[in-house]
């Protein structure tokens, strides 16, 4: 199990980054991310507790659930599903207000899991591989949010698809 931890100060109020961060949707405006959707909305938010998203990145498929939402601290999740399989124990979004704006932590807990391979790809691959593509999202909402046009304060989801499988 290996944990990868990346972090990014972004010029921008801690709300309008937990939002833009958590509306996982504009992913899809990194290179890395190919396809990005809410498939169920959450509890008491569309990307709140409960809520389910599938991503698809050039590293793989996952379906992901939120486990904790707590706007605008805090986001966490837990891979259910994935291609390459993995097994996953943490996703967690921190915010929290710094100088020049909003320090974001984004941590997760994961391992490949394929036969004979899995220690090895975990090891060699998947953490430089996660660290980039992390390190990439936050790139891109900084770019968003610094340069761009700022988000407002309400937070609207897509209207939701059905998951394929």
């Keep these: 199990m290996e944990t990868v931890t990346v972090e990014r100060v972004i010029a921008a109020p801690v709300d309008e980054v937990f939002a833009w961060l958590t509306t996982t949707t504009h992913y899809t405006r990194s290179p890395l991310a190919l396809r990005c959707r809410l498939t169920r909305h959450g509890a008491d ?32 999740y837990v891979v259910e599903r994935s291609w390459p399989p993995s097994r996953h124990e943490l996703g967690r979004m921190t915010f929290t207000a710094a100088d020049g704006g909003t320090r974001v932590c984004w941590t997760t807990r994961a391992e490949v899991r394929l036969p004979l391979l899995g220690a090895p790809l975990t090891r060699l691959l998947m953490r430089p591989v996660l660290t980039r593509t992390f390190g990439n999202i936050l790139a891109t909402a900084d770019a968003a949010l610094t340069r761009g046009a700022r988000p407002g304060p309400e937070v609207t989801a897509p209207p939701l698809r059905p998951e394929r499988r």
């Design 45 to 76: 938010a569309p990307y709140g507790v409960g809520a389910v998203r599938s991503h698809l990145w050039l590293i793989g498929w996952f379906r992901e659930r939120i486990t904790r939402y707590d706007p605008p601290h805090a986001t966490e």
